[in-house]
């Protein structure tokens, strides 16, 4: 066992082993520090282009993930090629799927603006071709040679009948023969008082010329269908004539291109067809107007005019000099794999290919996509979106409603991208451990794991190198710069933050936090740059906005409202120490742990558990506790001994075995009814042969007795005895430190249950002689007497063991 020094409680960085006089002094530092296996991963994982080799990075927060990812990927983007721009254009052939284009980068925007010229130009063009004199005197030959071939035929028709007393006449219900005589119609009395031969004549004649009047009649739609045929060619000449060199010009910036000829090909036979989209329309109904816009035409002037010519850029690079890197800070299905929007048009919602908007796959296609994992886990489909577009390899635009078969709406089905991109996920490592334990397509999604450190080594080269860190955080977050004295106090608290005097916090976040906060007080002080004394500040009003439960629980204690006693001894009561954690604020404080003993079975029980307050953890160091006594004091005879323990004035639950030796110290008390010292507190685990175990927060543990005692009076006696296996840990505040370094407060470290209990009563533990007999004296000899009295009273009452059942068993021995 040793009393510990003020050097081993707070482990004090020297000034002078920081290579610059101030953090604007000191060398850049590129990088993180001290994540060699998280570089080592990503870099794999960038660099690795086979399928699956997607990237999760899982760390603590703060530790600077998205920083290093970030430049990593910047770095490794700028050296690749720029990749492909797409967009979507009109299916002529089925207009429900958009084609997907893919171009070289940079050549996507300035077709969408020459086609958006070219519909303008449509749009003034054709109008003035249709409506100038050349055509209206070409449509006006036509018009009229078909109105000639007409009047010609039934002139021909009619002239041959009149020379046989038969004439062509216009009725209601068309065109009709009847007798004649000099050009006149016969009145019906006058055809009857014909002779009957005269009438015979007559009426062959009339049926005659009436299957000549038909055959005519039959000819016409042919004719019509011819008429229209040069019309309609007449149209595409015009129309041709008009727009022909529009396109050439479009045509010229994009001959290397086939995919754009082919679309341009089919731009233009569709213009010759559709033509009339870009003419004046007479007034038509509504449901007409829909019909036009659903198919992209509008009548001229409309703004859907010529809305299917345009083209749609989903992925443009104009300008890029690498591969792009995109953050998606909102995940959704939408904002992955895109959306496609309606326009409300005569009370009903329509959509066309232009209406579709890319998301961040599409963006980042070619390059690198970062996501927060949680995010995407919590946006509905957005998991299952994300993990079907990186399975096959394609991005696929469709909506929710779609994917879930949750409506019967005609709706767009863009032809699917090629997805070449690398997804790199950030979470923490709980999430990636659930993911890969629950979900089958993680592990072949996300083959690469880069794990960050929460810490790192402290030693003399670190310490230096730990100084740049700081100094890179200090000019990132643009703070004055930090002096010796402030970077060695940074460099402590952050071993601190660690719980480990031989390790450094690589939580980078929190110290940035904290530099700016101790910035504002070095301002307030009026000082030029942030010293130690800043610093402290600074980790004073943290600590200060945090501590008003903790203060409020220490002027409890002061008040004696909780029992806890920091003077004097007492038999089977001692102090343990327990931390709890409120909002991230950890802190330590005594409670009173007491025992008792009297005749039984060799039990030990522990109230907490009987009460269902006791954690698991708790009830197996309360058993170790019976394993101790049995295997060191029942070798030869039962233990004839029930105990208690319990901790007082405890009203919520308790877990963890970090008090087990205290309880041991408590029970051995009783036992042997030898007092302990109340000025001492104790933490510690222990197992079943005495040897005493690290805990946690020992430094919140020290400092909770400390505070107590200072608010009481420090009397000089006062400390608190921890494992000696956690001395590496101890990074106590300064004034605790300090007062130790005064002889005002004090802290033992010991390594086994004999150490400790000799701290606590002043009296040796004692070793057992061949014979296995205790020195008498020792705590050892008075535990092992009176657990053989209550042996012998046992064997008395013929107990053996078992419970009495006039109640005798459960009567106090004391």
Not at 296 to 310: E, F, H, V
């Amino acid at each position: 066992m040793a009393k510990l020094t003020a050097e081993q409680l707070y482990r004090r960085t020297d000034p002078a082993a920081i290579p610059f006089a101030t953090s604007a002094e000191a060398e850049p530092l590129t990088g993180l520090v001290g994540q060699g296996r998280a570089v080592e991963a990503i870099e794999f994982a960038i660099g690795m282009r086979q399928e699956g080799y997607n990237l999760f990075v899982f760390g603590p927060a703060g530790t600077g993930k998205h920083t290093l990812i970030q430049h990593l990927l910047t770095d490794q983007a700028a050296a690749d090629p720029v990749p492909s721009d797409w967009a979507y254009v009109h299916n002529f052939a089925n207009p429900g799927q958009p084609r997907a284009m893919r171009l070289p980068p940079g050549r996507a925007a300035p077709l969408a603006g020459a086609m958006r010229k070219l519909v303008q130009e449509l749009r003034a063009t054709l109008p003035a071709a249709f409506e100038g004199d050349d055509y209206r005197q070409r449509r006006e030959v036509v018009d009229e040679q078909f109105k000639q071939r007409q009047e010609q035929a039934f002139m021909d028709l009619s002239e041959r009948a009149q020379k046989e007393d038969v004439a062509l006449v216009r009725t209601p219900n068309g065109l009709a023969l009847a007798p004649a005589r000099d050009g006149e119609v016969m009145a019906p009395d006058v055809f009857k008082a014909l002779p009957q031969e005269e009438q015979d004549r007559l009426k062959g004649a009339i049926e005659r010329y009436q299957a000549e009047l038909e055959a005519i009649v039959r000819k016409l739609p042919e004719w019509e269908r011819a008429h229209r045929e040069l019309v309609t060619q007449l149209n595409r000449d015009v129309t041709r004539f008009a727009v022909a060199h529009l396109i050439e010009e479009v045509r010229k910036g994009y001959l290397d291109l086939t995919v754009v000829q082919e679309f341009l090909d089919a731009v233009e036979r569709d213009v010759m067809e559709n033509a009339r989209d870009f003419l004046p329309q007479p007034q038509q109904g509504p449901e007409a107007m829909m019909g036009m816009l659903a198919a992209g035409g509008g009548a001229n002037g409309d703004p859907a005019s010529g809305r299917r010519y345009q083209v749609n850029v989903f992925v443009d690079h104009t300008g890029a000099t690498g591969a792009p890197v995109v953050y998606e800070d909102h995940p959704t299905h939408q904002g992955l794999v895109g959306r496609i929007e309606h326009q409300a048009r005569f009370g009903a919602l329509i959509t066309d290919f232009n209406l579709m908007k890319p998301g961040a796959l599409h963006a980042a296609n070619g390059g690198y996509l970062v996501l927060d994992a949680y995010r995407v886990l919590a946006n509905g489909f957005a998991w299952e979106s994300l993990k079907r577009a990186l399975a096959a390899r394609r991005v696929k635009l469709e909506s929710l409603e779609a994917m879930l078969s949750m409506t019967s709406t005609v709706l767009l089905e863009p032809e699917p991208i090629p997805l070449d991109v690398k997804v790199v996920l950030i979470g923490p490592p709980n999430l990636y451990y659930l993911l890969a334990a629950a979900d089958p397509d993680f592990g072949r999604l996300f083959k690469v794991a880069a794990d960050f450190d929460d810490r790192m080594e402290r030693d003399g080269g670190n310490t230096a190198l730990y100084a740049r860190l700081l100094a890179a955080s200090a000019a990132r977050v643009g703070v004055r710069p930090v002096d010796r004295g402030g970077l060695a106090r940074l460099i402590d608290h952050s071993a601190r933050m660690t719980g480990d005097s031989e390790r450094l916090s690589l939580r980078v976040r929190m110290l940035e936090d904290l530099l700016q906060e101790a910035d504002w007080h070095a301002c307030r002080a009026g000082s030029s740059t942030v010293d130690a004394e800043a610093v402290q500040r600074a980790i004073d009003s943290q600590r200060r906005r945090s501590d008003r439960i903790y203060t409020r629980a220490l002027e409890e204690m002061r008040r004696r409202t909780f029992l806890v006693e920091t003077e004097g001894t007492a038999v089977g009561q001692i102090n343990g120490l327990a931390v709890q954690s409120v909002g991230g604020f950890a802190f330590g404080l005594p409670s009173r742990i007491t025992a008792r003993v009297r005749l039984g079975a060799g039990e030990v029980l522990d109230i907490e558990r009987q009460a269902e307050l006791g954690g698991p953890l708790h009830s197996k160091g309360v058993m170790i506790l019976t394993g101790f006594l049995g295997s060191r004091f029942g070798a030869t005879r039962r233990l004839a001994l029930s105990a208690t323990l319990v901790f007082e004035q405890s009203y919520g639950g308790v877990d963890g075995d970090s008090a087990s030796s205290t309880e041991l110290y408590a029970l051995l008390s009783a036992i042997g009814e030898i007092p302990l010292k109340q000025s001492i507190a104790v933490t510690g685990s222990v197992d079943q042969r005495g040897q005493v175990q690290p805990i946690g927060g020992v430094n919140e543990k020290v400092e909770g007795f400390f505070d107590v005692c200072a608010a009481r009076g420090l009397t000089g006696e006062q400390g608190v005895m921890i494992p000696a296996t956690n001395v590496k840990n101890l990074m106590v505040r300064p004034d605790v430190a300090a007062a130790v370094a005064e002889g005002r407060f004090h802290v033992w470290a010991v390594s086994t249950v004999d150490e400790g209990i000799a701290i606590l009563t002043g009296l040796p533990a004692g070793e057992p002689d061949a014979g296995g007999n205790w020195p008498p004296g020792s705590v050892n000899h008075a535990v092992a007497r009176r657990l053989a009295k209550l042996a012998e009273r046992a064997e008395a009452q013929g107990l053996n063991g078992r419970p009495n059942r006039r109640g005798r068993h459960g009567r106090d021995d004391r």
